[in-house]
């Protein structure tokens, strides 16, 4: 399976923005898709996950903020971006959780600045 994201670009802070993640195969049997992200300087991190019956879960800093959503039938996820802060800026990813494909792909890039 080969994720790719999309969906990034600039916006302002307090704007939205709705990233997708397709797979080139079935999600239906992974078990978590996480989105995560990495800002520069910094490590990649896990910042929403979701299971395969739609459970969710966000690191504190995005929390009722962003909201994940999947859609096996389509083999996509969503990551949902409201409220954005510049703290936000970040190259953008999607994988299993934990991380099992080798190959991330180029990511989406999302810059929060006015």
């Known amino acids: 399976v080969q994720l790719q994201a999309s969906g990034g670009g600039l916006v302002q802070p307090g704007g939205s923005l709705r990233l997708s993640c397709a797979a080139s195969g079935s999600i239906f049997s992974i078990k978590v898709m996480g989105w995560y992200r990495q800002a520069p300087g910094k490590q990649r991190e896990l910042v929403a996950a979701?299971?395969?019956?739609?459970?969710?879960n966000y690191v504190d800093s995005v929390k009722g903020r962003f909201t994940i959503s999947r859609d096996n039938a389509k083999n996509t996820v969503y990551l949902q971006m409201n409220s954005l802060k510049s703290e936000d800026t970040a190259v953008y990813y999607c994988?299993?959780?934990?991380?099992?494909?080798?190959?991330w792909g180029k990511g989406t890039l999302v810059t929060v600045s006015s």
């Open positions: 979701i299971t395969s019956g739609g459970s969710t």
């Open positions: 994988n299993s959780d934990p991380p099992y494909y080798s190959d």
